[in-house]
């Protein structure tokens, strides 16, 4: 029994170590401080290998240390995993982000159209001015890419059907 119970301790502190090193790297990345991020995500990844998330983020704190290779790999562990598809769309967008940067424009653009499709065009929109997209920028590709993640974000804009949806239904109080 009291080996029993040492064991289970021992087990306990383990799991609290590498959740810790998890919350590190989160904290990390919104810091902006990648290497860090890096370190505590592979730390937590040595005994979590198919832990979503922390893959998606590693391979985030990789992209934004211009290690694109890297980034590249970590994040297409991601598609392995049984993950929903808006849960790829994170990883759709740095793989987008690493292939334009290596001047693989063809795979940047696949991971871009995929975002489209699966329904993850804010991504787009939101890292549209990355440095890493200069090369793609003034294409015409690109900008076409643009304009169709816009109008499915913004529906009421460009579609006469979805204005009907578009209506005030006024100010309202919530209280929980």
Known sequence: MKYVFLFGSL??????NAQNERIKGFQ????????????????????NPMDGPSLTYLGVAQANLAKY?????????TFQLDLVTHFLNEPRIQL????AALGQKELAYKYLQEL???GG???IIRQEATKEFDGLRNEEK???LLITANQKLTPCMYDS?????????????VYT
């Open 28 to 47: 990390y990345i919104q810091e902006k401080k990648y290497a860090e991020a890096e370190k505590s995500f592979q730390s937590f990844l040595e005994k």
């Open 161 to 173: 059907n979805a204005r009907r949806l578009d209506f005030f239904l006024g100010v309202w109080d």
């Open 69 to 77: 290779t890297d980034a590249i790999q970590t994040l297409q562990k």
């Open 11 to 16: 087990l306990m502190s383990v799991l609290a």
């Open 142 to 144: 690109f900008k076409d």
């Open 96 to 99: 987008a982000r690493c292939y």
């Open 116 to 118: 489209v499709k699966y």
């Open 121 to 123: 065009p804010g991504f």
